[in-house]
């Protein structure tokens, strides 16, 4: 369980949500510059909310009452980046591996990078670099590196808008699979509709910090039905 109770000035408004959510693909939605980005920052521990309360299957990640603020590298959280933020320098396999000897605890990792890059279905292009591979491509291998901390928790920082229409639908599918295969908590921020419709099990709409509306997804009405507050 994901809960979310904060507060942060940003320069135009006020961030101030407050949520809980379960396993399963969360869509984070509204206009740019709501604050959804800030809110995935949040989470990860990049950007600290000014007040409130964070915590990830009853571990505190952030707790002003309590002076308690882990950084990002003790949280266990996996984020993919809009842009990608692959090295340009270092070849998948390289890409994939970063930031793992960080992260690593004692008890080690299950996983080898193989392992995942054959699950992102990119393991022939382990000895590439970024210039030489497709949108979907350096998707695939920011999931990777994401995934290879086995996080608690995966955050998307709109994963598909880069993508043309048929990529998309093919990511969609495989973020689908992704999320029933690990089991853990997916938080992505999305402007598309389709990308809610097909992914989300929940959605929360920010505008100008504020938390309007929570919804769910209705697979057989394949709309979203919003619980207005």
């Known amino acids: 369980m994901l809960e979310v109770n904060i507060q942060k000035a940003l320069p135009d408004f006020l961030l101030k949500v407050a949520f809980s959510f ?9 206009p740019s510059g709501a604050g959804k980005t800030t809110l995935l920052q949040c989470i990860a521990g990049l950007v600290s909310p000014d ?66 890059l054959e699950m992102l279905k990119v393991t022939h292009l382990q000895h590439r670099y970024p210039d030489e591979l497709s949108g979907g491509e350096k998707q695939r291998v920011a999931l990777a590196r994401a995934l290879m901390t086995e996080p608690d928790i995966l ?14 639908k093919q990511l969609r599918r495989e973020l689908k699979e992704l999320q029933g295969k690990w089991g853990i908590p997916f938080v992505m921020v999305t402007h598309n509709s389709e990308d809610v419709k097909y992914l989300a099990d929940q959605a929360l709409y920010l505008h100008e910090g504020k938390q309007y509306t929570l919804g769910q997804l209705r697979s057989a009405s394949s709309t979203l039905v919003y619980l207005t507050r």
Do not use: W
């Open 155 to 168: 955050l998307l920082d709109e994963p598909l808008s880069a993508l043309d229409d048929y990529t998309r």
């Open 22 to 30: 379960a396993n399963g693909i969360t869509a984070i939605l509204g």
């Open 51 to 116: 007040e409130g309360f964070i915590s990830l299957k009853g571990k505190v990640f952030y707790c002003s009452g309590e002076g308690v603020n882990l950084p990002a590298r003790l949280r266990r959280v996996g984020y993919v980046f809009q842009d990608y933020a692959l090295f340009p320098h270092m070849t998948v396999k390289q890409n994939a591996m970063y930031g793992v000897k960080g992260c690593k605890e004692k008890r080690g990792y299950r996983l080898s990078v193989i392992d995942v």
